[in-house]
């Protein structure tokens, strides 16, 4: 079993920056595609970012694109969504995912389908006030 463990959420103003981490439990791989979602309040989760284990596949939401980076450092186990002029609606509750490193990679639609993921944080509040 992997757990995912997330840090960095918190209160920011719109044009700031913040950067989300996500640490896996499991370091004995560092073969996971990783991605991002994000649930708002009265909202479904949504896809915002991900990033294959080569960190060379990047996609992302239109709505985060030029603005969020996705990035990893494989030799500390570490996956990061740095998220620049942030905005209102950016305000969620994030949370990272990982693919099992059995299954295969994501390929097109399916990196943002909440469904290929199959471990999950427990989500961090980010908050980005007007």
């Known amino acids: 079993q992997v757990q995912l463990v997330q840090s960095g959420g918190g209160v920011v103003q719109a044009g700031d920056s913040l950067t989300l981490s996500c640490a896996s439990s499991r370091r004995t791989y560092t073969a996971y595609a990783m991605g991002w979602f994000r649930q708002a309040v009265g909202k479904e989760r949504e896809f915002v970012a991900a990033i294959n284990w080569s960190g060379k596949i990047t996609p992302y939401a239109d709505s985060v694109k030029d603005r969020f980076i996705a990035s990893r450092d494989n030799a500390k186990y570490m996956v990061y969504l740095q998220m620049n002029s942030l905005k209102p609606e950016d305000t969620a509750v994030y949370y990272c995912?990982?693919?099992?490193?059995?299954?295969?990679?994501?390929?097109?639609?399916?990196?943002?389908?909440?469904?290929?993921?199959?471990?999950w944080g427990p989500g961090t509040q980010v908050t980005v006030s007007s």
């Open positions: 995912a990982a693919v099992d490193p059995g299954h295969p990679e994501p390929y097109g639609s399916a990196w943002s389908t909440a469904r290929t993921y199959e471990y």
